[in-house]
């Protein structure tokens, strides 16, 4: 267990500290009074003793005692786990903040290099398991310890001998427990194993069940699931065999301490040394209730040590540091012209494998700058590093002469107006989403900006129009669709410096060129970068670039080089080769 | 539920001596009390020490035989259970590989997934559950009512009253937070989209700076989360307080009446201790029950989904054989319409061309121009809702499925490979291919260099998915896959998109000289493609609106020239 995990946890603890010392004095406080209810029911049986041997005063006041005090035990339990659970859901809640907060934060090097699904995972799952295990398993082993404790000593003040007898027994059922859960635990083992042998053919063969079916391969899919499923049978039944024992076990191991403590009662009731046969009730009311702390404490450790784990995992995520907050005198950068200058501009995504070195690039204000190369080859590096996702690791990049980490990133930025490939769209109606580059933008403006990029003739065909709610991922939209909402919003802000990162590679060639034009409009007078696989998109741009294996093997005009007959005139040619 | 109970058919016997023993066991729990009531009413009262041993002894016994019958019973209802799940596995898995693609399309595999997975895990669990407490909580609920009635009917009727008011409180509070629980969840689930598009979107939230408007939503939402959970909260946390003072106060009229009937004479005092006993042990049997109801009500719900894709029939529309036509050319589309089940309009409409054996084909359109959907109904994947598609004469619904598809080699746009061998995925196309064959197939595929750089050679290990390759990669392995089986008919559904140019053109070269000269089938959108096809057909919106050879779709075919013009005018100028 690390100390860094505890501290922070202790933390988040901090600030609701009166509630965790209130949980813990009523844990203390409810589980005396309930221990000391049998002692008043063993009491009023004492006076229940034959014909004519009942004393209806003592029982009557004893019962009102014990009605007053279930009372006042139930009215504690139930403040006492109102307050452990708002604690416990308000730390969940600042820890999900946080981790939301960083995230919001992480340099895009961390992002783009972890899986989304497992910090998703540790956002939501781990903070679920860290609750349940770490603070309500908490109190629920707080309680049990003091459960035992309390019991112990009340046992003890009622009869010593019998109380031993107790003591030394009871542990068996733990150790019954132990010795079954090692057993065990081979076998869960295997049977998880094999469950995810099985769960992985079944989500590939299920998953691509038309190619399946198209070679008619259902028969040798069923001969290997079968065996699977044999072997998951076998595991699975000792496994949930073997498991089930425990309860029997411990059950057992119970009355047979029910037994003794009958046997050791009973004689000494009749030895007459003023144990009563209430006590004697009270103590088989005990030898019930103290096994079952003991099992739920076994139980409590292993989740405990789990949420533990998650609780490290989560906290891992929230100490990840941060993309480097903006320079203390950084400015707004504002009425950009759009020159841009790479200056003896380093850097590589892994040390040791450098990637551009010394790479000098001067664009005029308004060009328009390609980029192209075979797949990987490195065009959204430069990207990258224009919208400072990633900062250069030596050189500068500047805009009309400020080095662009100089600025405010929200103002670099803002300047900038990007379309990817991947397109991103929110959960709410077409309209926001294309708003979302201009907050304040009126109705008139958006239909607009639709028209120019012919996004308006489907948008118009969907159930609500602009109020057409785009569900998780994009829902019923095709690719090509979304990219086409994704040009739109550049459309509507129109910034001064333009990234287009295939933006238009699932769109049909067809419409592709109707919305070319529209681009082309837009590119006048603005500072453009273009990437893009398809040649034909690109052939008018100022300056190409050709980049291959992270490098700029070749810069000019489609015409200049295309005499050349470098890289470019290859990869151009191949489009027609026949 | 009803269809499924069918599976347990071969663990009949067992299902049903797993609660019968659970039942045994329950009966020599009831019994404890009674033996601890004669000690103290007997032994103590007569100072009879032989026979508080003797007492003692049974109840050991009643314990270890309790033991013996807990543990068979436990065996059963582990080998009932686990037995009947894999039973339906083995069918539910058959049954899915057996789905047309309609089905499959209208039910999305990823909820077939969950249904054989998850949910059947959890009706395995509900079944075990059920066999184990169905029967032994409410048999030791009401036999310790039976038992106190056998002791004393006044005191019983303590029982009969405060044993419905728990169950009422238990239930009420499971079944009252039961949805609250639901929206808990549904509130998370919406914290979890959030976290996924804060990564999944990170270019471009930063891009537009929106990560302060992320984070207030967040923030609203976490706080929501929070609101439900401590609201439900404050509901749960009733049970244990409230069943807690139910069951004393009973203890306390029990004890009353027990003080009354004691003085009466009616009973004894070991009666009392032993009647305090059961009311003791009904509360934990009844939580028990309750949670068990839960389970299995869960279950039944997961059990209703797996019945429901076992209802699922494969519609595929057969017709009888008839002897084929005559005079007709290799494969025919004869005024093709096709409608999906879920979707509106027709994504074919009145389709008809005919093709010769070894003539290559290509199909070109816009985005959702009904290419794939075309292609798709030459193995029959989907019925045409109008029209027919004949093979030799035949028409497709009369064909054996398996059959045509083993005569068909297909490549599907997305590049599909399994976790195994490169070998093993080869050998999907034809499983008695010989090695020359997978190499002249692999060859032809332009997927050599893809395994030469290997080490293990065609035994290299492609992991699930084939996402050890890349997309060009995995393209010309799944086309060497469907060249392996030296198909009569090639499809290549825009299955070269990943490729360069120069790839692709070598590509289509090795396919004109296969062999077995198939029938080629090919979809792009590229018309560099296509253009040298023996015919061309040009879908837009699902409606043929060209056919015949690049010369004569430039000159009569406005799509197509657009089409091409888009990919080639300005070169044709300069080039």
């Known amino acids: ?578 | 539920m009803k269809k499924l109970l069918k599976y347990i058919k071969g663990y009949r016997i067992v299902a049903l001596f797993a609660p019968l023993f659970k039942l045994f066991e329950a009966l020599l729990e009831l019994l404890v009390p009674i033996v601890m009531a004669a000690i103290i009413d007997t032994g103590i009262t007569n100072a009879d020490k032989p026979y508080i041993y003797k007492s003692c002894l049974l109840l050991v016994v009643l314990g270890a035989t309790g033991l013996a019958f807990s543990i068979t019973a436990q065996y059963f209802s582990a080998k009932a259970a686990v037995g009947f799940a894999t039973k339906v596995r083995h069918v539910m898995f058959d049954h899915m590989q057996h789905l047309s693609f309609s089905v499959i399309d209208r039910l999305g595999t990823a909820s077939m997934i969950t249904r054989i997975t998850s949910d059947l895990n959890q009706v395995q669990t509900g079944v075990n559950m059920a066999l184990r407490l169905f029967l032994r909580s409410p048999f030791i609920v009401f036999g310790a009512m039976i038992m106190a009635f056998t002791i004393d009917w006044q005191s019983a009727l303590v029982f009969a009253v405060s044993i419905p008011i728990l169950f009422a409180v238990v239930f009420g509070i499971i079944l009252f937070t039961m949805p609250m629980y639901k929206r808990v969840q549904g509130a998370l689930d919406q914290l979890l989209r959030i976290t996924r598009d804060a990564l999944g979107g990170a270019r471009v939230i930063r891009a537009f700076n929106k990560q302060d408007d992320e984070r207030t939503e967040f923030r609203t939402k976490n706080q929501e989360v929070t609101a439900r959970q401590k609201h439900v909260g404050k509901l749960s946390a009733l049970l244990n307080p409230v069943t807690y003072v139910i069951i004393n106060l009973a203890i306390v009229v029990l004890i009353y009446i027990g003080a009354l009937q004691v003085n009466g004479g009616k009973i004894s005092q070991g009666e009392v201790v032993a009647l305090y006993s059961y009311m003791s042990q009904i509360l934990v049997e009844l939580i028990k029950l309750a949670n068990c109801i839960i389970t299995v009500s869960k279950s039944c719900a997961c059990a209703n989904r797996i019945s429901a894709v076992l209802d699922l029939q494969n519609d595929l529309e057969r017709i009888p054989s008839a002897p084929a036509k005559t005079g007709m050319d290799f494969i025919v589309f004869d005024h093709v319409d096709l409608k999906y089940k879920n979707g509106g309009e027709n994504a074919l409409t009145d389709i008809c061309f005919s093709v010769k054996k070894g003539e290559t084909i290509g199909i070109i359109g816009g985005t959702g121009s009904g290419k794939t959907s075309l292609v798709n109904l030459i193995p029959h994947f989907y019925d045409t809702t109008g029209g027919h598609v004949y093979i030799d004469g035949v028409d497709v619904k009369a064909l054996d499925v398996e059959q045509l598809r083993e005569r068909i080699g297909m490549v599907m746009q997305k590049a599909v490979l399994f976790h195994g061998t490169i070998r093993e995925n080869l050998l999907w196309g034809n499983p008695n291919a010989t090695p020359e064959q997978l190499d002249a197939a692999l060859t032809a595929a332009q997927a050599t260099d893809i395994i030469k750089d290997k080490e293990k050679g065609l035994d290299t290990m492609v992991e699930q998915g084939g996402r050890n390759f890349s997309g060009g990669q995995r393209q010309r392995l799944t086309i060497a896959r469907a060249l392996v089986r030296n198909p009569e008919i090639l499809i290549l559904d825009d299955s070269a998109s990943a490729l360069d140019f120069a790839t692709d053109a070598k590509l289509r070269q090795a396919i004109r000289q296969l062999p077995g000269q198939p029938t080629v089938f090919i979809v792009s959108q590229r018309t560099a493609s296509i253009r040298h096809a023996d015919k061309i057909l040009v879908l837009d919106d699902g409606v043929a609106v060209g056919l015949g050879t690049h010369a004569e779709l430039m000159d009569n075919c406005e799509v197509y020239r657009e089409i091409y013009d888009s990919q080639f005018k300005k070169d044709g100028a300069s080039a």
């Open chain 1, 1 to 578: 267990m690390r100390k860094i995990t505890l501290s922070t946890l202790l933390r988040y603890l901090k600030k609701y500290k009166f509630s965790f010392l209130a949980t813990l004095l009523l844990s203390v406080a409810t589980v005396l009074l309930t221990l000391y209810v049998p002692i008043l029911i063993g009491r009023a049986i004492d006076n229940i003793i034959a014909p004519g041997q009942v004393n209806f005063a003592s029982v009557l006041r004893i019962l009102i005692q014990i009605i007053v005090l279930v009372g006042i035990t139930a009215a504690l339990q139930w403040i006492m786990n109102v307050i452990n659970n708002k604690l416990t859901y308000h730390v969940v809640r600042d820890i999900r903040n946080d981790a939301f907060e960083k995230i919001n934060r992480f340099p895009l090097s961390y992002i783009d290099s972890h899986s989304h699904g497992d910090m998703v995972s540790r956002v939501i799952a781990d903070v679920d398991q860290l609750s349940d295990g770490l603070l309500l398993g908490f109190t629920q082993l707080f309680t049990g310890i003091v459960t035992i404790i309390a019991t112990l000593i009340f046992m003890l003040v009622l009869n010593v001998w019998i109380a031993l007898a107790v003591v030394l027994i009871t542990p068996l059922s733990l150790f019954v427990a132990k010795f079954i859960a090692t057993r065990t635990y081979s076998m869960f083992k295997l049977q998880s194993e094999t469950r995810g042998e099985q769960t992985a053919l079944i989500n590939e063969m299920i998953g691509e069940q038309k190619t399946v079916q198209a070679f008619s391969h259902e028969t040798e899919n069923l001969k290997k699931f079968d065996e699977i499923n044999k072997r998951l049978q076998n595991f699975s039944l000792r496994a949930i065999f073997f498991s089930s024992i425990t309860n029997p076990a411990t059950r057992f191991v119970n009355s047979i301490v029910y037994m003794l403590v009958g046997l050791l009662g009973a004689l000494a009731v009749i030895s007459g040394n003023g144990f009563t046969v209430g006590a004697l009730s009270s103590f088989l009311s005990y030898a019930n209730q103290y096994t079952k702390p003991f099992n739920e404490i076994s139980g409590v450790i292993t989740e405990l040590q789990n949420a533990f784990a998650c609780a490290d995992r989560i906290f891992h995520l929230i100490r990840r540091p941060t993309e480097p907050a903006d320079a203390p005198d950084a400015h707004v950068l504002k009425q950009v012209h759009g020159h841009i200058v790479f200056d003896h501009v380093f850097f590589s995504y892994r040390k040791n494998h450098p990637l551009i070195e010394d790479l000098n690039l001067h664009f005029k204000a308004g060009q328009r700058i390609a980029i192209v190369g075979p797949t990987g080859c490195g065009k959204t590096t430069l990207i990258n590093l224009l919208m400072r996702f990633y900062d250069v690791d030596a050189g500068s990049i500047q805009i009309d002469g400020q080095d662009i980490r100089s600025v405010t990133r929200q103002s670099l930025r803002e300047n900038f107006g990007m379309v990817l490939q991947e397109t991103w769209l929110k959960n709410t109606t077409v309209k926001e989403n294309i708003r979302m580059s201009k907050p304040g933008a009126t109705d008139e403006e958006v239909i607009a900006a639709a028209k120019t990029t012919h996004a308006h003739s489907f948008i118009k065909r969907l159930p609500n129009g602009y109020d057409t709610i785009i569900g998780e991922d994009g829902g019923s939209l095709s690719q090509g669709q979304k990219q086409l909402l994704c040009i739109t919003r550049i459309m509507l802000c129109k910034p001064p410096m333009l990234i287009l990162d295939e933006a238009t590679s699932s769109i049909d060639t067809r419409t592709e060129i109707k919305i070319q034009r529209a681009f082309q409009k837009l590119m006048e007078g603005r500072t453009s970068f273009i990437v893009a696989h398809r040649l034909s998109t690109i052939q008018e741009a100022d300056v190409i670039l050709v980049m291959n294996k992270g490098r700029i093997v070749e810069q000019g005009t489609h015409a200049s080089l295309l005499k050349r007959g470098g890289f470019y005139a290859e990869l151009y040619n191949s489009q027609f080769a026949e």
